[in-house]
């Protein structure tokens, strides 16, 4: 590993040109960091439990985030840039401190388990473009109240929002074909319509 872990752990908000970011150390005290165009790739784990890390600039450019980047961590709020075709799995997972999510378009997957369990999360955007959602995607995301799933999406995975308990207002669009065992289980969806395109629903 290069020593820039070493050296960024010493800042409070850092901007840097690199064309990859890897793993820091879990007790860093970075607060804020812009990532710039320059970086194409954001490493497995590379900001796994930084808990103080509370802000975050995704530059449009960025194309790859690997599995588990910000698990655990501290965000607040976060943009994905539309550079970032897939959103991988447990990404985001266990951020406890995320409220806001907004994904531009070009994004088109989110994978298993992405957001699973930001239990503050109380407001995310799913841009057109996106055609799947994965399992557990947003499992225990227990502040949502509002979701809206545009018609791009092909397939809404098995538990995608599954336990997401203050989930009342619900909209799938046409144009939504397959959805998964599970999808909705133990929310508050007083009401939905499924589009005529849907030909299979889970359990």
């Known amino acids: 590993m290069s020593c820039f872990p070493c050296a960024i752990r010493a800042a409070a908000s850092v901007i840097f040109l690199v064309t990859n970011v890897s793993p820091l150390r879990s007790d860093s005290w970075l607060k804020s960091i812009t990532i710039p165009s320059t970086v194409n790739t954001i490493e497995e784990s590379a900001f796994n439990t ?110 995608a929002f599954g336990d997401c308990y203050n989930l009342i207002n619900l909209t799938i669009s046409e144009g939504v074909k397959h959805i998964g065992d599970y999808a909705f289980i133990n929310s508050n969806i007083l009401e939905v319509e499924i589009p005529s395109t849907v030909y299979t629903i889970g359990s």
């Open 50 to 159: 930084c808990d103080k890390l509370s802000s975050i600039i995704i530059s449009e450019g960025v194309s790859d985030i690997k599995p588990d980047a910000f698990y655990s961590c501290g965000l607040k709020e976060v943009t994905i840039p539309g550079s970032v075709k897939t959103i991988k799995s447990s990404t985001f997972a266990f951020s406890l401190n995320l409220t806001q999510v907004n994904i531009e378009e070009g994004v088109t997957r989110i994978e298993t388990s992405a957001f699973w369990n930001c239990s503050s999360l109380d407001s995310v955007n799913i841009p057109f473009g996106v055609t799947y959602i994965g399992e557990l995607s947003f499992s225990e995301c227990s502040s949502l109240r509002t979701i809206v799933i545009p018609s791009s999406v092909d397939t809404i995975g098995s538990y």
